[in-house]
C-alpha cells in the first residue's frame, strides 16, 4: 500500500459534506493513518482504493501521494 494525503479544497470547505470521512473509512484496502486536522487525513491504499476515493470526494477533495525527501 502507498501513503497519500487527502484534503478538502479550499473552494469546497463549506459545502462538504460532514461524513466525508465515513465515506472513505468504508473503502476496502483504504486505512486511515492520521485525522487529527478535520481538513486533512493521511491514509495508506491501494491503488484501486484510492481511486473509488476519487470516485466518492475527488469532486471535493484533493487526493495527493506522500513524497518522502530524504537528506544525504
Same mark, same amino acid.
Given at each position: 500500500?502507498?501513503?497519500?494525503?487527502?484534503?478538502?479544497?479550499?473552494?469546497?470547505?463549506?459545502?462538504?459534506?460532514?461524513?466525508?470521512?465515513?465515506?472513505?473509512?468504508?473503502?476496502?484496502?483504504?486505512?486511515?493513518?492520521?485525522?487529527?486536522?478535520?481538513?486533512?487525513?493521511?491514509?495508506?491504499?491501494?491503488?484501486?482504493?484510492?481511486?473509488?476515493?476519487?470516485?466518492?470526494?475527488?469532486?471535493? +477533495?484533493?487526493?495527493?501521494?506522500?513524497?518522502?525527501?530524504?537528506? +544525504?
Amino acid at each position: 500500500m502507498d501513503a497519500y494525503i487527502i484534503a478538502v479544497k479550499r473552494e469546497k470547505r463549506a459545502s462538504t459534506p460532514p461524513t466525508w470521512l465515513d465515506e472513505l473509512k468504508a473503502i476496502d484496502n483504504l486505512t486511515l493513518r492520521g485525522e487529527a486536522n478535520p481538513l486533512r487525513v493521511h491514509v495508506e491504499a491501494t491503488p484501486e482504493a484510492i481511486e473509488e476515493a476519487r470516485r466518492r470526494i475527488g469532486d471535493f +477533495c484533493l487526493i495527493e501521494p506522500v513524497i518522502l525527501h530524504h537528506t +544525504c
